[in-house]
């Protein structure tokens, strides 16, 4: 069972920076594809990052350019950094995985492990 436990969420202004943190059991770090997801009240789930086989990532439009994401393999962590923070950025922020490396997808519905989420606020 694959294990995620997210942190780093935080209220910051429009044009802020945060990075977020997912803490991923050891074993399935190197083994699994893993991603970025947020939510809003009554909306779907939706894909923000994610990373997949041959290091190979994916982005959701609203956010290219100005989110990154990357990983250090010593702390089995994968890590979002989001610049130039926009209101509509705010959402719990969940990290996803699933079994194997894959050509990265950024469809929540593949994904079968979640951690606890992490609120990103942003205001105006």
């Known amino acids: 069972q694959v294990q995620l436990v997210e942190s780093g969420g935080d209220s910051v202004q429009a044009g802020g920076s945060l990075r977020l943190s997912c803490k991923v059991s050891e074993y399935f770090f190197s083994r699994s594809t893993l991603g970025w997801f947020r939510q809003t009240p009554g909306k779907e789930r939706e894909g923000v990052a994610v990373?997949?086989?041959?290091?190979?990532?994916k982005y959701a439009n609203s956010v290219y350019g100005r989110f990154t994401l990357s990983k250090d393999m010593a702390k089995s962590t994968l890590y979002l950094q989001m610049s130039n923070l926009k209101p509509e950025d705010t959402a719990m922020y969940y990290c996803?995985?699933?079994?194997?490396?894959?050509?990265?997808?950024?469809?929540?519905?593949?994904?079968?492990?979640w951690g606890q989420g992490t609120q990103v606020t942003v205001s105006s």
């Open positions: 990373i997949g086989g041959y290091e190979r990532t």
């Open positions: 996803g995985a699933r079994s194997g490396l894959s050509s990265p997808s950024l469809l929540p519905a593949e994904y079968y492990y």
